[in-house]
């Protein structure tokens, strides 16, 4: 397969996953936003969290990528279907954590102080 068509396949694989997984997160998202942001500031955060979906896993499968023409194009989509992967588990590790900081973990210390 040509070098530059599977990059493109990488990539629309990879924009296709970030869409699956922004949609499945949009509207509890916006749920959980708008009780902390009462202001509409949640919905800033919602298009900054899809662009880290959509971003982090598309720098890791263009940064990892080879251009090289006799490499094994089932094995090249493999691997960049795991740093597709990766790149979800960690913006996704960073959204839990931003959202327990914020919102959980504030509300279990009010919580605790108040028994």
Not at 52 to 59: C, D, I, N, S, Y
Request: glycine content about 4%.
């Amino acid at each position: 397969m040509n070098p530059l068509s599977l990059l493109a396949l990488e990539m629309l694989l990879s924009l296709l996953l970030s869409l699956i997984v922004v949609n499945y997160l949009r509207v509890v998202l916006a749920e959980l936003l708008a009780q902390a942001c009462p202001h509409g500031g949640g919905l800033f955060w919602i298009r900054t969290l899809a662009l880290l979906q959509f971003l982090a896993p598309l720098l890791l499968v263009v940064w990892r990528s080879e251009l090289n023409p006799a490499v094994d194009a089932a094995l090249e989509i493999k691997q960049a279907v795991a740093w597709m992967l990766l790149g979800h588990c960690l913006a996704l590790a960073l959204l839990a954590r931003t959202v327990w900081k914020s919102l959980v973990a504030p509300e279990l210390a009010a919580a605790r102080v108040a028994v």
